[in-house]
């Protein structure tokens, strides 16, 4: 570790000055579970940490005025225990049920995750699927961004120097679910991830949805044209399937050390089916009776 600055805010206040005086060599931290990684690796250098960590206000889940108000300090343990979410957002739920180790659940944050922007980023296509906004704030003022715009690539979003994620805030949808292939090391980075959020009439046809996907591009997306297929027709055979070559199409998978591209291309269109079908009330795999998404893989 080099040249490094640390300085601890006492609230969200003293974490927008501190952010705003030292401008784009300022880094965040709170559960600092990527950051730390980062600097071992020396990919960072030059800056000052600033940690946020004991900022209440930033913490917690509430339901209010029709929505649901995740602090971006809220860990990933805390997600994964929250009855709130299970019935409101299972999606949600279900991603941090799986995300990572126990070690690793209690000290990340949701804000972090996001923030950091992997595409691999297990909560994202939760979020995306559920149509999150991401609450931001600096010395200038609020901003409320959809959270399909707020990635931009690869550890990319829109965030600008002096500004700090203080919550996600969505509509909830007990209509929605993740799945994930991940190797057998929990601790390993997912090898894809799929979400879906549904809304149905009564006569089972797709009123609206949201199919996101991870770790099959450089960003978390939304494969927008599968959705287009979805909405206003009935979840029968020739509609998934339909649905499933639009996602084929919006996915750019690469090689890496946990899967290959075509791997990923194979197993994409099979997560947002379970996804879609768990989201409609249709299970038809073992995976998805314990709640949880997690498919092994090697």
């Known amino acids: 570790m080099k040249n490094f600055n640390y300085v601890k805010a006492p609230d969200v206040r003293g974490a927008l000055a501190f952010l705003d ?3 784009d060599k300022a880094c965040v ?3 600092g579970t990527n950051v730390m990684v980062d600097i071992r690796a020396g990919k960072m250098n030059d800056l000052t940490l600033v940690g946020i960590s004991d900022i209440a206000a930033l913490r917690g889940i509430q ?3 029709g929505k649901i108000c995740v602090g971006a300090l809220t860990t990933i343990s805390e997600l994964a225990a ?3 979410l299970a019935k409101q957002a299972p999606a949600l739920y279900m991603a941090a049920k799986v995300f ?3 070690v690793t659940r209690n000290s990340a944050t949701i804000g972090g995750n996001i923030a950091y922007a992997s595409p691999a980023a297990d909560t994202a296509p939760a979020l995306l699927a559920l149509k999150a906004d991401v609450l931001i704030e600096s010395e200038g003022g609020k901003r409320r961004v959809p959270i399909a715009e707020f990635f931009t690539g690869v550890n990319k ?3 600008q ?3 700090l994620i203080t919550a996600l805030e969505f509509i909830p949808n007990p209509y929605s679910a993740f799945f994930k292939i991940g190797l057998r090391n929990a601790m390993a980075i997912s090898v894809a991830t799929a979400a879906c959020a549904v809304k149905l009439a009564a006569n089972g046809v797709i009123e609206d949805c949201a199919v996101a996907l991870g770790s099959v591009a450089p960003k978390p997306l939304r494969a927008y044209e599968a959705e287009k297929i979805l909405i206003g027709r009935k979840l029968d055979d020739d509609t998934v399937k ?3 070559e639009a996602v084929g199409a919006a996915i750019s998978p690469i090689d890496d050390t946990r899967a290959t591209g075509e791997y990923r291309r194979e197993v994409a269109p099979v997560l947002v089916k379970r996804a879609l079908l768990k989201a409609s009330g249709i299970c038809v795999h073992e995976s998805c009776k314990d709640g949880e998404g997690r498919i092994q893989h090697g």
């Open 21 to 23: 005086r030292e401008g």
């Open 29 to 31: 931290v709170a559960g």
């Open 63 to 65: 339901e209010e005025d």
């Open 82 to 84: 929250s009855t709130l």
């Open 100 to 102: 990572a180790d126990a």
């Open 157 to 159: 979003t829109l965030l």
């Open 161 to 163: 120097a002096g500004e």
């Open 242 to 244: 339909a649905a499933l």
